[in-house]
């Protein structure tokens, strides 16, 4: 079993930064994938960035050179630095840890709210 556990969310106006960070707990493997989701009131939960043990990333175009995920296998833990950010970026942000077998396990954290003034 895996727990995510984030923080660092909050109230900042628009090109301001903010620093998520997410916990993880459990059986974690080297395979897993971890990242970050967001989800607005009234849409769908979108993938932001996420980023492998080896350190290969991948992004969202909305967030791309704006956002940086990192990632610290010692200890379990992901990263999600936010530069820039605008009032379209307001949303829940939820961490995500993705387990391949033959199908797919995916764990969520229980989300922290960003909102970006203007």
């Known amino acids: 079993q895996v727990q995510l556990v984030e923080s660092g969310g909050g109230l900042v106006q628009a090109g301001e930064s903010l620093r998520l960070s997410c916990a993880a707990s459990?059986?974690?493997?080297?395979?897993?994938?971890m990242g970050w989701y967001r989800q607005a009131p009234g849409r769908q939960r979108d993938m932001v960035a996420s980023?492998?043990?080896?350190?290969?990333?991948n992004y969202a175009d909305s967030v791309k050179g704006r956002f940086t995920i990192s990632r610290d296998n010692a200890k379990n833990t992901v990263y999600l630095q936010m530069n820039s950010l605008k009032p379209d970026d307001t949303a829940v942000y939820y961490c995500?840890?993705?387990?391949?077998?033959?199908?797919?396990?995916?764990?969520w954290g229980q989300g922290t709210q960003v909102t970006v003034s203007s």
């Open positions: 980023i492998t043990s080896d350190g290969g990333t």
């Open positions: 995500n840890l993705r387990r391949s077998y033959s199908y797919i396990v995916a764990y």
């Open positions: 459990g059986s974690i493997f080297s395979r897993d994938v």
